[in-house]
């Protein structure tokens, strides 16, 4: 008997924080072992409840990838464009000569934990109207991209919003992510254009650590007080 799955859509502030760290902590061990989930999304991020406990999962292996299976590594079912990295809706990363990295998913978990806090409150979706970032499930993928950057860099809190750590997370998510696409941006004008990029495990580590060493991801990380 399988467990009945919650989507992570009926969470909020440091209920839906707690879930989704859950699973991108299940995503970081599993793509380690050799799973590239490669889907991150809303759909996909569900919870269920035992003994009080909410606990995450990360839910629809149908576009992961083996590490060790052959064929090639590009643009081919990638993900769910709006929650997709911006280095993957770019004409190169559309073209397919863009590799799908670790750091690509750990990227749609932010736009995932954005995209649900800012469309949804206490659960519910918010009304046709009230809710930002509907253009992003609408437009091409390269015009995503660009809306997206936009709000990566001047992304305006909106009026449902009531929730200050929630947002200053969010905000400091972005943060973090423009100052590595600044990063990678002078690297790559040192790289040839035809290579291959890697990434260790410290690799991935040293970057979910950009995020979990932020003040931010403290304040939401601490036990909710005592009822």
């Excluded at 409150?121 to 993928?141: F, H, Q, S």
């Excluded at 060493?213 to 403290?218: D, I, Q, R, V, Y």
Aim: charged letters at 25%; proline letters at 6%.
């Amino acid at each position: 008997v399988f467990r009945k799955l919650c989507p992570i859509t009926e969470l909020h502030g440091k209920e839906l924080f707690d879930v989704w760290y859950q699973c991108i902590l299940c995503h970081i061990t599993l793509w380690k072992e050799g799973v590239h989930h490669r889907d991150v999304s809303p759909p996909n991020l569900m919870w269920y409840e035992i003994d009080g406990k909410r606990i995450g999962v990360l839910n629809d292996y149908d576009l992961s990838l083996l590490a060790d299976e052959p064929g090639p590594r590009g643009n081919e079912r990638t993900g769910t464009v709006p929650f997709m990295v911006l280095d993957l809706l770019t004409e190169e990363g559309q073209r397919g000569e863009v590799e799908h990295l670790y750091r690509h998913d750990l990227e749609s978990f932010m736009w995932c934990f954005a995209w649900v806090s800012l469309r949804y409150k206490e659960g519910v979706l918010l009304p046709w109207g009230l809710r930002p970032l509907d253009e992003w499930a609408t437009v091409d993928a390269m015009t995503c991209c660009k809306e997206k950057g936009h709000f990566q860099s001047r992304g305006k809190r909106p009026a449902t919003l009531k929730d200050d750590s929630t947002w200053i997370f969010i905000r400091t998510c972005m943060k973090v992510l423009a100052q590595h696409h600044l990063q990678s941006e002078f690297a790559d004008i040192d790289t040839p254009t035809n290579s291959q990029e890697s990434e260790s495990e410290t690799d991935m580590d040293d970057f979910l650590a950009e995020f979990t060493g932020t003040p931010a991801w403290a304040a939401l990380s601490r036990p909710a007080p005592s009822q």
